[in-house]
Structures are given as C-alpha cells and as structure tokens.
Nanobody, 122 residues
C-alpha cells in the first residue's frame, strides 16, 4: 500500500513557475513508477509526465514537453514536477500516482494522491 500526498499548488501568472511535490509512504518507493496527471474542470484526467527510476525512463505529454520536468528523490520518497513557462491552459488539479511500470495510461496506476490545484492567470 502506498499513500501519496501532493503539495505546492497555487495561483501563478502566465509565464511563471511552480514546483509540485508528492510525498509517498512505504519503503519500496524507488521500485514504483511515478506519474503526474491533471484534470481541468469538465475535462478528462490527462497524463502529464511519468518517471521510472528502475528503468531510467521519463515520459512527457506533448503539451508540456520542454516546460515541465519530473524528478524524484528516493531518499525522501518524493517525486517533483517542476513547471516553467506556465500557461492558462495548464490550470487544473494535479495528481500524482504510483504504478508498477511506467505508463501514460491512467489505468496502469494503482495509487493516487488527493490532488493539488494549480491556477494560471492570464
């Protein structure tokens, strides 16, 4: 069982930056692939980024490639999402999730955090 708690959301102007954190419980954090998803009002939850420390892979959605960076600190059981050059269309609730293998599919993830709101003003 893994429990995930996100933090770091907030209100930022377009062009600004935020760093989201996701703290995980459990002693096997490094074995999990970690993903970030987001859900805007009235829209489906969509993939943002994923990281697999075990396989040294990272994936990004095309919409965030070059602006967002996923990273992790296994010693602190934490995964981060650095978001730069934010746009109003990045406004959403951001969720972190854990899976046994890296994937862009929601169904691959077994554990989810409660989400943190990111609002980008124009």
């Amino acid at each position: 069982q893994v429990q995930l708690v996100e933090s770091g959301g907030g209100l930022v102007q377009a062009g600004g930056s935020l760093r989201l954190s996701c703290a995980a419980s459990g002693r096997t954090f490094s074995s999990y692939a970690m993903g970030w998803f987001r859900q805007a009002p009235g829209k489906e939850r969509e993939f943002v980024a994923a990281d697999s420390w075990s396989f040294g892979r990272t994936y990004y959605a095309d919409s965030v490639k070059g602006r967002f960076t996923i990273s992790r600190d296994n010693a602190k059981n934490t995964v981060f999402l650095q978001m730069n050059s934010l746009k109003p269309e990045d406004t959403a609730v951001y969720y972190c999730a854990a899976a046994n293998f890296i994937s862009a599919r929601r169904s691959a993830y077994d554990y989810w955090g409660q989400g943190t709101q990111v609002t980008v003003s124009s």
